[in-house]
């Protein structure tokens, strides 16, 4: 279902002709999707391949004196490292060349290299890095697939799926054997850098969101609650202007949904459970 398809089904569901696609349906739609994905507890899945791998080079710990420059050698395809303070530094990869800033407690940056060159540190002020290191491999074209030079792989969810929204259960191995050693932190997971094994991850989804520009675009849903949608919107989109019309077409969702879930498979209710109780 899209966009416009849904629009002219909601139209038809009140008294006054056609709606416009403007803030408060948009509003209602993407309440109606969070509520059909929460309802459901839609999944997704994410494999994340063991990167065992030895760095070209590591610099444990390097402390820049204020008002320094200092340069190292970049080789292999990409690089690693953790900065604390506030300073600068440029990159130089063949033709290529680029500075940036930083100021933070502890800070990772890495990036991808063509041909290899130098790192050159600068800064009014002393600051510290840590674990500088360069590897010769492209695990992908996703720049969190770096290892950093540390004894933990730190990734975040939201930077590798675009639909995170909480662990649904732990990290297990391809057999489905609980991985103790992968650990969760908030929308993080960290991996130990020599596990061996890859890591399954079992997430919640969030859905997708829709806008007014693409009007021919599907909308991200749940598998067979296309015949839902239009009543649950309605049932928001009317409940200032005909507050009895969007009590019915509650009432008329609740029902089908009932129906609906009687012919579906449930997910397993999550074995995982943060302190703060977002998942």
Known sequence: MTVKELLSEVSAL???GALECDEAFLCALERSKRQLFSERRVVGTLVIPSRVTKPLGRIPIYRHPSGERAIFPLSGVCYSF???????????D???????????ARERHKGFLSSGGSIIFEGQFA????????FGSRFSDNV??????????????????????????????????????VTLDGERISIPADLKEDVYIVYKRTPKRSFAEAPDAQIDLPTGCEHLLALLVAS????????????????????????????RV?????????????A
């Open 14 to 16: 009140g008294y006054d």
């Open 82 to 92: 953790f900065v604390s303070g506030e300073g600068r530094y440029t990159v130089v």
């Open 94 to 104: 063949g033709d290529n060349k680029f500075t940036r800033s930083f100021n933070a």
């Open 127 to 134: 600051f510290t890095v840590t674990d500088l290191v360069c």
């Open 144 to 181: 969190e697939d770096i290892p950093d030079g540390g004894s933990k792989r730190l990734l975040d969810m939201t930077e590798l799926v675009g639909d995170f929204h909480s662990f649904v259960s732990y990290p297990t191995d391809s057999r489905g054997k609980r991985l103790p050693e």
């Open 236 to 263: 928001y989109v009317y409940v200032d202007s005909y507050p009895e019309l969007a009590e019915l077409y509650g009432k008329r969702y609740r029902e089908a949904a009932e129906e609906e879930k009687k012919s």
């Open 266 to 278: 449930s997910v397993p209710d999550t074995s995982y459970r943060d302190t703060d109780g977002w």
